[in-house]
C-alpha cells in the first residue's frame, strides 16, 4: 500500500494532535474527515489548505461514520472518537473493508473483544489499538533492552496511568470550553464504572516485552480499588451548587490496583489513579531474572556476572549511556523529528510512522486484533473483579491456542529508503 488513505474520526483533543502527524507522514493522506461539529472540520480543512494539501472529504452527523466507513475513498480509519463509539466504529470500518486503528481503550467489555476479533478474521482487516505508549522511548529501551538479554527473563512488570485528571473530567469553570469540550462522556463514564478502565498505557509495552499472545499470554486477574473520594472533593471545591456534576456519584475508586498473571507463571501489576493530585508516572518497571528498569525517573541496573545481584541502579553517568546505546532504532532514526512534532514527548509521531511503514511494506502491524482484545477485555474483568470482593477473572484465550507459535515482536527498524522522514514538522 505505497499510499494509505486515512479517514479520520472525531477532531476533539486527540483527533487535533494526530492533525500534527498525519498530514507530515511520507505516502499518508488524510482524506476525509468525520465529525459531529462543523467548526472543528473547518478549522482542520484550514490545517490541510496551510500544508498545500487537498481538502478531506467531510462526513458531519451523528451516525456520519457509517457513511465513512462504507466510503471506497479510505483505506483506514483512524477512531478518536468517545469511547462508547470505538467498537460500532471499529466493525464498521473492517465491514466496509478498511483496516481500523483506535484510540485506547479500543474496547471495554469480553463480548466486543470478541467481536472485533471475528470481524477482523472474516474480514482479513487489522485492527489495531493505537497504544501510544508502546512507543515511548523508555518503553522502547526496555523492549530493547530485554531483546539484548540485559535483563534477562523480565518476569514482573508493574505499569500504571497515574494522571491528575480531575479538571479533564469536570470541565471545570475556569478552564478553556473549548479544549475541554467532550460532552463529560470520560465523566460519565468514570462515574458508572468500577475497576481500570485505561489499563492499556501501562499494561501493552509490558506485554511486548514479556511476548504476551507471542509465547506467553494473559490467563486471569484480580483488582482491588479504594474508596472513591478525589472527584468529589474536587466538585465540591470547583462545581456551582445546582450543577449535576456536583452530585454525581462516583463508582471508580480513588486508585485501582490489578495483578495480572500470565499462563508461565509472569506476574504485572497495573495502576489506575486519576482522581489524586499527584505527578504523572507509567511506572514502566520491568523485573528481570539479571536486572532491573524502571521509570519516573528512569533508572536501571542489572548483574554483571550470574549470582553477584545488582543491589544500586547504575551511576546517572551509565544509565545515560545505556540509554544512548540501547536506544530502539525507530527512535534513533525518527526520535528528534518526534520531539519536535510533539504528541507525548515524540511517542505519538513514532508510533504512526510505524504502522505507516508496516502497511506500506507489507508487513504485519507491531500488535493486532489479540493484543487488543487481551489488553482491552481487563475493562470489564476488573470491574468484575473489584464488585466480587477482588474475586480472581479468567482471561479468554483471543488467540485460541495460537500464543504457543506465535514469534515474539523484535526490534525492529525503519529503513530510511523506504520511508525518508520530512526535515521538519
Ligand atoms: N493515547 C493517548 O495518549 C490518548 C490521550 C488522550 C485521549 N485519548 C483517547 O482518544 C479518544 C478521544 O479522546 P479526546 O480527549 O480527544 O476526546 P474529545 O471529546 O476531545 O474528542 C472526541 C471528538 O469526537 C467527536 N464526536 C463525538 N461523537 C461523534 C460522532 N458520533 N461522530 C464523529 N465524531 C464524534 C466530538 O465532537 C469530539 O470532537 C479517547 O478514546 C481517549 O481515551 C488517548
Request: one cysteine or more; glycine letters at 10%; aromatic letters at 10%.
Amino acid at each position: 500500500m505505497k499510499t494509505i488513505r486515512v479517514g479520520l474520526v472525531g477532531l476533539g483533543v486527540r483527533g487535533g494532535m494526530a492533525m500534527d502527524r498525519l498530514p507530515i507522514i511520507p505516502g499518508v493522506e488524510v482524506a476525509a474527515f468525520c465529525e459531529i461539529r462543523q467548526h472543528l472540520v473547518d478549522k482542520y480543512q484550514a490545517a490541510l489548505e496551510k500544508r498545500s494539501l487537498p481538502r478531506a472529504r467531510e462526513f458531519v452527523g451523528l451516525e456520519a461514520w457509517r457513511n465513512l466507513c462504507a466510503w471506497d475513498g479510505i483505506d483506514v480509519v483512524y477512531i478518536c472518537s468517545p469511547w462508547h463509539l470505538h467498537v460500532p466504529i471499529a466493525l464498521a470500518a473492517m465491514e466496509g473493508g478498511k483496516h481500523a486503528l483506535v484510540e485506547v481503550p479500543a474496547a471495554f467489555t469480553v463480548d466486543e473483544c470478541w467481536s472485533l476479533v471475528e470481524t477482523a478474521e472474516r474480514t482479513g482487516r487489522y485492527c489495531m489499538q493505537l497504544e501510544n505508549c508502546c512507543y515511548g522511548e523508555i518503553e522502547m529501551l526496555a523492549l530493547n533492552l530485554a531483546r539484548e538479554g540485559k535483563l534477562g527473563d523480565v518476569i514482573h512488570g508493574e505499569g500504571a496511568y497515574l494522571h491528575d485528571l480531575r479538571s479533564y473530567n469536570y470541565n471545570s469553570p475556569e478552564d478553556d470550553a473549548e479544549w475541554h469540550y467532550r460532552d463529560y462522556w470520560r465523566l460519565k463514564w468514570n462515574a458508572e464504572h468500577k475497576g481500570n478502565q485505561y489499563c492499556t498505557h501501562g499494561l501493552g509495552p509490558i506485554c511486548q516485552a514479556m511476548g504476551v499472545n507471542r509465547g506467553d499470554r494473559l490467563c486471569r486477574v484480580v483488582s482491588m480499588e479504594t474508596a472513591a473520594k478525589g472527584f468529589a472533593e474536587y466538585a465540591a471545591a470547583k462545581v456551582p451548587s445546582g450543577d449535576w456534576r456536583r452530585d454525581l456519584q462516583i463508582a471508580m475508586g480513588d486508585m485501582n490496583t490489578t495483578l495480572v498473571q500470565t499462563e508461565k507463571g509472569r506476574t504485572i501489576m497495573i495502576q489506575h489513579g486519576i482522581a489524586s493530585p499527584r505527578p504523572y508516572s507509567r511506572l514502566n518497571t520491568y523485573v528481570g531474572t539479571r536486572g532491573i528498569l524502571t521509570d519516573y525517573p528512569y533508572r536501571v541496573a542489572w548483574e554483571e556476572e550470574v549470582g553477584k545481584g545488582a543491589h544500586r541502579y547504575f551511576d546517572d553517568q551509565r544509565a545515560a549511556k545505556i540509554r544512548e546505546e540501547f536506544m530502539h532504532p525507530q527512535w534513533k532514526y525518527a526520535g528528534k523529528l518526534a520531539v519536535e512534532v510533539g504528541g507525548h514527548d515524540g511517542m505519538d509521531l513514532i508510533m504512526d510512522l510505524r504502522w505507516a511503514y508496516c502497511l506500506q511494506n507489507g508487513l504485519p502491524l507491531d500488535f493486532d486484533v489479540y493484543d487488543l482484545a487481551s489488553w482491552c477485555c481487563l475493562g470489564e474483568l476488573t470491574e468484575r473483579s473489584v464488585r466480587e470482593g477482588s474475586a480472581p477473572q479468567a482471561i479468554p484465550d483471543f488467540t485460541k491456542g495460537r500464543w504457543q507459535s506465535r514469534a515474539p515482536l523484535g526490534v525492529e527498524a525503519l529503513a530510511p529508503e523506504k520511508m525518508p522522514l520530512p526535515s521538519s514538522k
